[in-house]
């Protein structure tokens, strides 16, 4: 089983963002957009779900949008965060952490 998860520190004040809305969207080959998870981090700005990944959805892309503005509601620059990637093997461990701020974010890929 697939195991997909990421985790939002807040760098203004160090503090874990917890109850971000997070959507993942599936993108076949003929690039069609399907939601494909739709939850909140926890209380330790943690997302953590196990997936069982079909043929398909290991050969599709994904976009996980990540819904700062309701986070950061005052002086918010940038509303939502969009990040592309791929899930190819049905075992493996998929986090993408994230710093986040009002102005800006740093991701990485996480083994």
Known sequence: MAIFSTHLLNSVD???ANNVNIEIHKIDKNN???LFLKECTDENGRLLKELNLSKEDCESNYEMLIDI????KNDN???EISIKFKMKDTEKKYHIPLIISPHGYSV????
């Open 77 to 79: 620059i940038i509303s």
């Open 14 to 16: 160090g503090s874990h």
């Open 108 to 111: 990485w890929w996480s083994k």
């Open 32 to 34: 069609y957009k399907s």
């Open 69 to 72: 503005g309701n986070y950061f």
